[in-house]
């Protein structure tokens, strides 16, 4: 058996009249992350996450905004891709471990809801899953409510060893 760490990082600007989805969630708020994709920063963090340990490239190479495919695109889409390519090459979600950066909304009231549907995505249970909102206490450009970001840390194993890129 073979484990395999990786991380993965993404921030996406607030802007308003836009739908915040964060893990697949909709997130209360007057401002939405902007992407070429719905830029849900925590379900993009996690991918890049999952891609690094499999070291299978990142968000950018499997699903470029140049792509008019992804223009709009639910980043559940993503992660279901994503766990399709691990699988094809022989590796298995251990668990993920994320954070989320945010001013504002205040996420706590949401954690619940957003490990639950991160779980579910990644076909795990609720155990292997950790989801943790954090603010920059005004610091920085997230400080000022300008964006917000995630991080994410994946473990992933294989019975076949580590040569499955």
């Given at each position: 058996?073979?484990?395999?760490?990786?991380?993965?990082?993404?921030?996406?600007?607030?802007?308003?009249?836009?739908?915040?989805?964060?893990?697949?969630?909709?997130?209360?708020?007057?401002?939405?992350?902007?992407?070429?994709?719905?830029?849900?920063?925590?379900?993009?963090?996690?991918?890049?996450?999952?891609?690094?340990?499999?070291?299978?490239?990142?968000?950018?190479?499997?699903?470029?905004?140049?792509?008019?495919?992804?223009?709009?695109?639910?980043?559940?889409?993503?992660?279901?891709?994503?766990?399709?390519?691990?699988?094809?090459?022989?590796?298995?979600?251990?668990?993920?471990?994320?954070?989320?950066?945010?001013?504002?909304?205040?996420?706590?009231?949401?954690?619940?809801?957003?490990?639950?549907?991160?779980?579910?995505?990644?076909?795990?249970?609720?155990?292997?899953?950790?989801?943790?909102?954090?603010?920059?206490?005004?610091?920085?450009?997230?400080?000022?409510?300008?964006?917000?970001?995630?991080?994410?840390?994946?473990?992933?194993?294989?019975p076949r060893g580590t040569n499955q890129a």
């Amino acid at each position: 058996m073979s484990f395999r760490i990786g991380t993965g990082f993404d921030v996406h600007r607030l802007a308003a009249g836009r739908p915040l989805m964060l893990g697949g969630v909709q997130i209360p708020h007057e401002a939405g992350l902007v992407g070429h994709s719905d830029g849900d920063c925590l379900l993009h963090a996690v991918c890049d996450a999952l891609l690094g340990a499999a070291a299978a490239g990142d968000m950018g190479e499997h699903f470029p905004s140049s792509d008019p495919r992804w223009r709009g695109a639910a980043s559940l889409i993503f992660v279901a891709e994503v766990r399709r390519l691990l699988a094809d090459r022989g590796f298995v979600i251990e668990n993920v471990d994320a954070t989320v950066v945010a001013q504002a909304p205040r996420l706590a009231p949401h954690l619940a809801a957003l490990r639950t549907s991160l779980a579910s995505a990644l076909g795990l249970v609720a155990g292997q899953v950790s989801v943790k909102a954090k603010s920059s206490d005004g610091l920085g450009a997230i400080g000022r409510g300008e964006g917000i970001a995630a991080q994410a840390v994946a473990l992933v194993s294989s019975p076949r060893g580590t040569n499955q890129a």
